[in-house]
């Protein structure tokens, strides 16, 4: 499974993006996640949806109310909207898939994007 995440860039306190990870290959993985890491601290967990009925989603509390994940399976397609987007979002994000459950380790990851937002 290959995965490529794109739709990172610049904004301001309050504003909004849309990530999106387009997954290829053998795209079998039944969750997919994103992930994010800011400069000196460790990966942390942001959200994942299951892309089998039924199409459970979960979220970080950090995250919960301003953040949606959605899959569009007949592109391979997984985005993060994330709005009223706040300065401790800044990270680099990351997507990422697995085939046993939104909490395991996952097994495929792509190359990150990065979003800064600025106060």
């Known amino acids: 499974v290959q995965l490529q995440a794109s739709g990172g860039g610049s904004v301001q306190a309050g504003g909004s993006l849309r990530l999106s990870c387009a997954a290829s290959?053998?795209?079998?993985?039944?969750?997919m996640g994103w992930f994010r890491q800011a400069p000196g601290k460790e990966r942390e967990f942001v959200a994942a949806?299951?892309?089998?009925?039924?199409?459970?989603?979960y979220y970080a509390d950090s995250v919960k109310g301003r953040f949606t994940i959605t899959r569009d399976n007949a592109k391979n397609t997984v985005y993060l909207q994330m709005n009223s987007l706040k300065p401790e979002d800044t990270a680099v994000y990351y997507c990422?898939?697995?085939?046993?459950?939104?909490?395991?380790?996952?097994?495929?990851w792509g190359q990150g994007t990065q979003v800064t937002v600025s106060s």
């Open positions: 290959g053998r795209t079998l993985s039944s969750y």
């Open positions: 949806i299951r892309r089998w009925y039924p199409y459970y989603t």
């Open positions: 990422a898939a697995n085939s046993r459950a939104w909490n395991a380790e996952y097994d495929y």
